[in-house]
């Protein structure tokens, strides 16, 4: 009698029987031919940097400025934050076309420039090449929806890590990307070409969404609400 087998692979049985680069490996590929088939990737932002006299063009418009807080991995962030900063900002973002965070800065391991830095990894804060880059996720995540724009992606952190004193954004502002499984992506449904642009100085950095047009802003309030647990049962 022929019988038919099933293997069913559970994230608990992949972490057993691959490493996390292989893991990792597997979930982009996955990603890739999901972006393939839905038409996204057909739409994503290329990486090509608009010529200085373009850049010109575009005016700074919509302005976020946040703390950059000193941790033990200060100058690791600082360095992990640029080198993205590098493959995002002055790139032109044309009505209809998708932004990615990953398809534009590429995996962030050594060989690519990254350094170790501060990550929630499994839920727990750790060291982490690539460390860092979350303030910048955030930023853009903050920008957009200040210009109207709805994120087709987005994922909060998994846990809050900061107090009032050591937090430099709003809660529910943040947006975590974690290379293979979690991205930021967001369509530009405006009229207009955007771009981004960033200035990082020693404890601050500033972010702006420019265009060539006057962009509105909106204001944006984010409020946190308690939530009332379940009455028990006597």
Same mark, same amino acid.
């Given at each position: 009698?022929?019988?038919?087998?099933?293997?069913?692979?559970?994230?608990?049985?992949?972490?057993?029987?691959?490493?996390?680069?292989?893991? %990792?490996?597997?979930?982009?590929?996955?990603?890739?031919?999901?972006?393939?088939?839905?038409?996204?990737?057909?739409?994503?932002?290329?990486?090509?940097?608009?010529?200085?006299?373009?850049?010109?063009?575009?005016?700074?418009?919509?302005?976020?400025?946040?703390?950059?807080?000193?941790?033990?991995?200060?100058?690791?962030?600082?360095?992990?934050?640029?080198?993205?900063?590098?493959?995002?900002?002055?790139?032109?973002?044309?009505?209809?076309?998708?932004?990615?965070?990953?398809?534009?800065?590429?995996?962030?391991?050594?060989?690519?420039?990254?350094?170790?830095?501060?990550?929630?990894?499994?839920?727990?804060?750790?060291?982490?090449?690539?460390?860092?880059?979350?303030?910048?996720?955030?930023?853009?995540?903050?920008?957009?929806?200040?210009?109207?724009?709805?994120?087709?992606? %987005?994922?909060?952190?998994?846990?809050?890590?900061?107090?009032?004193?050591? %937090?430099?954004?709003?809660?529910?502002?943040?947006?975590?990307?974690?290379?293979?499984?979690?991205?930021?992506?967001?369509?530009?449904?405006?009229?207009?070409?955007?771009?981004?642009?960033?200035?990082?100085?020693?404890?601050?950095?500033?972010?702006?969404?420019?265009?060539?047009?006057?962009?509105?802003?909106?204001?944006?309030?984010?409020?946190?609400?308690?939530?009332?647990?379940?009455?028990?049962?006597?």
């Amino acid at each position: 009698m022929k019988k038919n087998w099933k293997l069913v692979l559970s994230n608990s049985n992949l972490k057993t029987l691959f490493s996390a680069d292989f893991r %990792r490996y597997l979930q982009v590929t996955k990603r890739e031919i999901l972006d393939q088939l839905s038409g996204q990737k057909s739409k994503f932002v290329k990486r090509q940097i608009m010529t200085l006299e373009k850049q010109q063009d575009f005016r700074e418009q919509i302005k976020i400025v946040q703390a950059v807080k000193k941790t033990n991995y200060f100058e690791n962030k600082k360095h992990n934050l640029a080198t993205a900063i590098a493959q995002i900002e002055n790139i032109l973002i044309q009505p209809g076309e998708i932004f990615s965070f990953w398809y534009l800065v590429g995996e962030p391991n050594i060989k690519n420039g990254y350094r170790e830095g501060r990550a929630i990894v499994n839920n727990q804060l750790k060291s982490d090449i690539g460390g860092g880059l979350c303030q910048l996720s955030g930023l853009i995540y903050y920008l957009i929806l200040k210009a109207g724009l709805i994120p087709l992606e %987005r994922h909060p952190h998994s846990q809050d890590i900061y107090t009032e004193e050591t %937090r430099f954004a709003p809660l529910g502002s943040d947006a975590t990307v974690v290379y293979g499984y979690k991205d930021l992506r967001f369509q530009n449904t405006l009229s207009v070409p955007i771009c981004f642009r960033f200035y990082l100085l020693e404890e601050e950095i500033t972010g702006f969404l420019c265009s060539s047009e006057t962009l509105l802003e909106f204001k944006i309030e984010f409020r946190v609400e308690a939530q009332q647990g379940l009455k028990k049962n006597d």
